[in-house]
Structures are given as structure tokens and as C-alpha cells.
């Protein structure tokens, strides 16, 4: 079965530069996550998209922004990269299991293998 | 303050037996209730979700209970298994919003 595909799967970069970071959801699935999860930490939430409109926004830095396409694919622009940015970030997918007016709150989440960020 | 407390400690367990790990969670009314299991350097894998209104629910080994009076979900896993060691993450679903709040995890190990 098709999954979460996340690219790059680990990425290297240097302070105050800046990375993209790609998802492309399981097929059919409306609903886009990011999380971050720092070493030994939970995830952490940033955003979320639903039907290419934000949805719900956490804990993301001013400096993060991200989007999602109309092919339902997401990108994740992270800019002025810090050490403290060095995590591995998740993305998740979801279906609306088909309520009527948006999203529902039944949303088991499937998530991608992670994109490894390093900030040297 | 809202938190989610899973096991401090990891659990370490004999094969054959039941693991229980445990999920508090404080000033949150969550909707459900989802386990994941997440693997070293891997995604968190959905495992069972527990409706509010639900008390238990059962999977193959795998049975999670749900008492938001006392505000805890616990997970247990019956018969373990060596495969089963991993660390098992407990998330809130809220009703207003579509983020998971993760609590802090349990690393499970179980031997042979």
C-alpha cells in the first residue's frame, strides 16, 4: 500500500541558511501534518492543510512557513536555519472519513519516515 | 498548565507477559484517545483510538482502556513479544482542532 513519502530523507545544512522539505500524501488523503520531534522529545506539532488551506497552526517559528499544492503534496520552507532547528520533522496524512463541512476530528494519522535535519 | 504524562521510566518486561503502559493527561478534553508506536529514527505508526465515550477497546493483543474521569488511558499489550519493544506514544484528538498532542512516550523492552 502507498505511504507518506517525505524527501529529502536527511538534509544538512548550515546556520541561517535556509531547506525545503517535501511530503507527498497517500493518495486520496485531503489532510496534511508537520510535526517536529527533537532527539529524545514527543512530536511536536507546527501546521496542518486541509483541501491546500492551512487548518491549524502549533508551535512554528515565524521564520517556518509551508504550503500545500493543489496536487496535495506540502512543502515545509524553513528560513535563517539555527542549530536548535536540528530535529526530525514528520509529516502525517489523513482522510476525511466523509462528514459534511471540513474536517473531522477522527483523524488517524499516517505518517511519513521523517526528513533528519542537521544545522551545523 | 496542560500536560501528558506517559510512563517516566522505560518498561522493561519478560516475554510472554503483559505490558501495561500508562497515559494521564491534565486539563485537556480530548475527543479520542490514539496509541502510536514509534520506532528509533521512524515515524509514529497508528496502532488503536479510543472514543471518549468508549471504555475499552481491543485489537488482536492489544487493548486500550479510556476513563476520562480519572483522565488516563491505559495500553496494555498481551503475550509480548521481542518485536513489541519499541516506544509507544499516546496522543490526544481534540474535537476543535486536527493537531495530535503527543504525550512524552514509553520505551518498551522485551526479552527473550
Known amino acids: 500500500a502507498a505511504g507518506v513519502i517525505q524527501s529529502p530523507r536527511h538534509l544538512i545544512k548550515e546556520k541561517r541558511e535556509t531547506a525545503t522539505l517535501k511530503c507527498y500524501p497517500i493518495?486520496?488523503?485531503?489532510?496534511v501534518y508537520w510535526y517536529q520531534q527533537g532527539p529524545g522529545q514527543d512530536p511536536q506539532f507546527l501546521i496542518s492543510f486541509y483541501e491546500k488551506m492551512q487548518s491549524d497552526k502549533g508551535s512554528i517559528p515565524d521564520r517556518f512557513s509551508a504550503q500545500q499544492f493543489s496536487d496535495y503534496h506540502s512543502e515545509l520552507n524553513m528560513s535563517s536555519l539555527e542549530l536548535g532547528d536540528s530535529a526530525l520533522y514528520f509529516c502525517a496524512s489523513s482522510k476525511d472519513p466523509g462528514l459534511a463541512g471540513g474536517p473531522s476530528s477522527y483523524n488517524e494519522q499516517f505518517f511519513g519516515p521523517g526528513t533528519r535535519l542537521t544545522v551545523l | 498548565s496542560q500536560k501528558i504524562e506517559q510512563n517516566s521510566e522505560a518498561l522493561n518486561i519478560q516475554e510472554g507477559k503483559t505490558a501495561t503502559l500508562t497515559c494521564n493527561y491534565t486539563?485537556?478534553?480530548?475527543?479520542?484517545l490514539q496509541w502510536y508506536r514509534q520506532d528509533p529514527g521512524r515515524g509514529p505508526v497508528f496502532l488503536l483510538l479510543?472514543?471518549?465515550?468508549?471504555k475499552e477497546k481491543r485489537k488482536e493483543r492489544l487493548k486500550v482502556t479510556f476513563d476520562t474521569t480519572l483522565k488516563q488511558s491505559l495500553f496494555h499489550i498481551t503475550a509480548s513479544q521481542p518485536a513489541d519493544s519499541a516506544t509507544y506514544l499516546c496522543a490526544l484528538d481534540m474535537m476543535d482542532t486536527d493537531k495530535l498532542i503527543f504525550g512524552t512516550g514509553t520505551r518498551l523492552q522485551v526479552f527473550p
Open positions: 486539563n485537556y478534553s480530548p475527543a479520542y
Open positions: 479510543i472514543r471518549e465515550n468508549e
Open positions: 493518495p486520496r488523503h485531503d489532510t
